[in-house]
């Protein structure tokens, strides 16, 4: 793991950064916080090899794995529990794992990261198999929890992407589509819960929500599959057939109470 630059833990672009007024603080790690877009821009085609291969395996009742640790587990686990309210996804498609189990989503878990074997555990237990894609989250690309899983997915044919921010790490090295971001150096110093995870949570944002487009979640621009569960989501589902189908708020909200969903309602109603 010492042949390449682990970039992510290069010194920071600015020192002293005590010595700084609260003002200067913030812009400059606004400044930083500019790059991360572009840097994204740039592992677009992996992205899209990966999405693609996700809407296939989907289709044939596959799932999406995310794991991680740290910032890069709680990521996932943030995308993947927010696909089922935004989308009317089941909650076992897309299924966000970290080191150190959901107690490690509040607080962390001392060593768990360094567990090689327990990723793998972790996924058997949700019966992984081919017809699922792994996604191994890590900045550094070296985290031993995840290198762990990604390596025996492999052995069992499961289709592995590994988001890195650090080019021609481990992680990159070993998985099918390797997803590296390069950031540069975080403003503070080996603080990669700033760019690099900033980075990751738009990457996953990217995968997911092209990926519930691509299999029929979305109607136009609308989330027509979203659960109706709080009066804001009932509100935006009464608009969205309000503008579909040139109802009145009331008749809107009346057909939205009789079919249960937006899209349901569309399809219903629809002329």
């Known amino acids: 793991m010492s042949d390449y630059i682990k970039i992510t833990e290069t010194p920071s672009d600015y020192t002293d950064l005590e010595l700084m007024n609260t003002q200067s603080i913030l812009e400059n790690i606004n400044n930083e916080d500019r790059k991360v877009a572009e840097a994204v ?38 995308d993947a529990s927010e696909i089922p309210p935004t989308y009317g996804m089941p909650h076992d498609r897309v299924i966000g794992l970290i080191a150190g189990g959901d107690s490690a989503i509040r607080k962390a878990v001392e060593f768990a990261e ?5 990723a793998w555990l972790d ?68 603080s990669t819960r700033m760019k690099s995870g900033t980075s990751q949570k738009l990457a996953l944002n990217m995968i997911s929500t092209a990926l519930m487009i691509r299999v029929g979640r979305v109607k136009g621009n609308k989330m027509v599959n979203m659960q ?36 349901k309602a569309l399809d219903a109603l629809k002329k």
């Not at 360094?114 to 327990?118: A, V």
């Not at 890590?138 to 992407?161: D, F, N, Q, R």
């Open 41 to 78: 821009q740039k592992v677009i085609p992996q992205l899209t090899i990966l999405v693609d291969a996700l809407e296939t395996r989907f289709y044939e009742g596959g799932r999406l794995f995310y794991i991680g640790a740290g910032t890069s587990g709680r990521l996932g686990i943030l």
């Open 114 to 118: 360094d567990d090689t074997k327990q």
């Open 123 to 190: 996924l058997k237990s949700y019966a992984i198999s081919k017809k699922d894609v792994l996604v191994g989250i890590a900045a550094s690309g070296t985290t031993p929890y995840v290198l762990g899983g990604i390596s025996e997915a492999k052995k069992h044919g499961v289709l592995t992407a590994g988001i890195t921010n650090n080019p021609g790490s481990p992680l990159a090295t070993i998985s099918d589509i390797p997803v590296e971001i390069n950031v540069g150096p975080e403003f503070v110093t080996g």
């Open 228 to 263: 109706l569960s709080n009066n804001k989501l009932v509100d935006r589902g009464t608009r969205y057939l309000m503008e579909g189908l040139h109802l009145s708020y009331e008749e809107a909200e009346k057909a939205l109470n009789q079919y249960g969903s937006v899209k």
